[in-house]
């Protein structure tokens, strides 16, 4: 099958089986967080301040991931990140399995993964071409990364939703801790080809200056980068609110929170088998703004919503745009990259997707504090819907002739 042409390499293969459990682990283990977080505080800001917490790291400290990535062993960094994730779920589920855990124990363990994931997320996108030999099928195996992804946003949520319920939130954490035996097995199996990767020992300022200048020096990625970073502030911190949503506005409970993210996950997971069966970049930023423009929609109609049916139809709408907005655009990304700046391009593309969502998480929590969620919800897919039609009308302007 063309949609699943990616799957022709074993390597790929190992990675995305392994991954798959893992983040279903990691998927299960958020849910927890936040649903752990309300329950103790009942606090909007606290909710905010914990997700806070866990990605202000990725902001400072991915570029230095980036530049990891380009003179290091992809394989071996993140062996050495999946272990240290595992050990952060051990200590959750230990201080929960002991009943001692409080709201400032998340808040420190979330810093401590957040750390984590500043140095696993661009060396893992950047791995990617490793993995994949042919070029022509790099963006089928971006796809395909993402349809995992939300593959285990449907099913993590839901089982978490269900296993909070019946038996709490640390059982959810020891799931989390196991399930990344598999990610790490899947790495050590592998056999790949030498990278040729730079071993030069050049100095880190250097390298991050570097790739600053060709990341942003390029209009098309410069523009990419700027819109993603709209929709992540704006955007993306939905999931803050929807313990709130669930418990204030639609009057359920934690299987309601595992319903609203599993729609959401069920409607990324449709975008990304979309792009897994196109061919080639043609027209993706055409795609990228269109996106937008459903998922900043979908928020305002969301937003409106009472009812439970309604709200998980609108919801899977803005999962839709969402993942199609992030999977294309981290597609031409990759197209466009030479190879030895991939880690550091990769880095960027991190701080922009997953590093501007902390002040997006601050932001939410605090206008949901005040004015609720529903009308925090209104203004930010107001200002996706802004931000989609800004980013259209300057890729309109670049030149035909500059390919980039």
């Not at 993590?156 to 640390?170: C, D, K, R, T």
């Not at 954490?173 to 030498?194: G, H």
């Not at 907005?325 to 030895?340: G, I, P």
Request: glycine fraction near 10%; aromatic fraction near 10%.
């Amino acid at each position: 099958m063309k949609i699943l042409r990616a799957f022709r390499y074993r390597n790929y293969r190992l990675f995305f089986t392994g991954q798959f459990v893992s983040l279903t682990g990691t998927w299960v283990q958020t849910i927890a967080v936040s649903w752990l977080t309300y329950r103790l505080t009942n606090s909007a800001f606290l909710l905010g301040l914990v997700a806070f917490a866990g990605q202000i790291p990725i902001f400072i400290l991915t570029p230095f991931g980036g530049v990891l990535a380009d003179n290091f062993s992809r394989r071996r960094l993140l062996v050495i990140t999946q272990t240290f994730a595992m050990l952060q779920a051990v200590l959750l589920a230990v201080l929960s399995l002991r009943g001692v855990v409080t709201v400032w124990h998340l808040v420190v363990l979330s810093i401590f993964l957040g750390i984590i994931n500043a140095f696993d997320i661009p060396v893992r996108q950047s791995f990617v071409v490793e993995m994949v030999e042919g070029r022509k099928d790099l963006g089928n195996a971006i796809a395909l990364n993402s349809f995992m992804f939300n593959g285990a946003r449907l099913v993590g949520p839901s089982l978490a939703g269900i296993l909070i319920a019946l038996v709490g939130e640390e059982i959810c954490f020891s799931i989390n801790a196991v399930s990344f035996i598999a990610v790490i097995f899947a790495l050590l199996a592998m056999r790949l080809r030498p990278s040729g990767q730079r071993q030069k020992g050049s100095r880190i300022l250097d390298d991050l200056k570097e790739g600053f200048v060709y990341t942003f020096g390029l209009p098309r990625m410069r523009y990419i980068l700027l819109l993603t970073s709209l929709l992540s502030i704006m955007g993306m911190s939905y999931v803050i609110m929807m313990p709130i949503i669930a418990k204030d506005i639609l009057g359920g409970g934690a299987r309601t929170l595992g319903f609203l993210m599993a729609a959401a996950g069920l409607g990324a997971l449709i975008g990304a088998l979309y792009l897994a069966s196109r061919k080639g970049t043609a027209g993706l930023e055409k795609i990228i703004s269109v996106a937008t423009l459903i998922f900043g929609a979908g928020l305002i109609a969301f937003s409106f919503s009472r009812n439970l049916w309604l709200s998980l139809i609108l919801i899977m709408f803005s999962g839709f745009g969402m993942m199609v907005q992030t999977v294309a655009s981290n597609t031409v990304l990759q197209d466009l990259t030479d190879d030895d700046k991939r880690g550091r391009v990769m880095s960027f593309y991190a701080m922009a997707f997953m590093g501007m969502t902390p002040f997006g998480s601050l932001l939410a929590g605090s206008l949901a504090s005040r004015i609720g969620a529903p009308h925090a919800l209104l203004i930010s897919g107001i200002a996706c819907l802004f931000g989609a039609v800004i980013f259209s009308r300057m890729i309109s302007l670049i030149p035909i002739s500059n390919p980039k």
